[in-house]
């Protein structure tokens, strides 16, 4: 089993769920999130006064799938969150030991 944690921009939620929708991901956790990367967040100017806002607003998932779904998986947050624009996001893909359903007891990938 592996989890797949991307961090992308909030407006490409709904394109991401649907992608992996499309796949037949069913379920997936939602995190709000703050975060920069290179770009350091910005500047912005409000009332006439500049505010440096460093922590943009960003939208973390993560699935944890079978093995044989990564890659498809993969493709499809990388297709449906691109925008081309600095800050569309990254992919983590890290191994999972093992997975418990709390209601039922099943282990490994029954959980998932």
């Given at each position: 089993m592996?989890?797949?944690?991307?961090?992308?921009?909030p407006f490409k939620l709904?394109?991401?769920?649907?992608?992996?929708h499309e796949i037949?991901?069913?379920g997936i956790t939602v995190i709000e999130a703050k975060g920069f990367g290179r770009q350091k967040g910005h500047?912005?100017?409000y009332r006439g006064a500049e505010?440096?806002?460093?922590?943009l607003p960003k939208?973390?998932?993560e699935v944890v799938l079978e093995d044989e779904l990564v890659e498809r998986a993969v493709e499809a947050i990388q297709t449906a969150a691109h925008t081309g624009r600095i800050g569309d996001g990254k992919?983590?893909?890290?191994?999972?030991?093992?997975?418990?359903?709390?209601?039922?007891?099943?282990?490994g990938n029954d959980a998932i």
């Open positions: 592996k989890k797949i944690e991307a961090i992308i921009k709904d394109e991401v769920k649907e992608a992996l037949g991901l069913q500047t912005e100017l505010y440096v806002v460093d922590f939208v973390k998932l992919i983590f893909i890290t191994t999972v030991e093992t997975a418990i359903r709390i209601r039922t007891g099943e282990t």
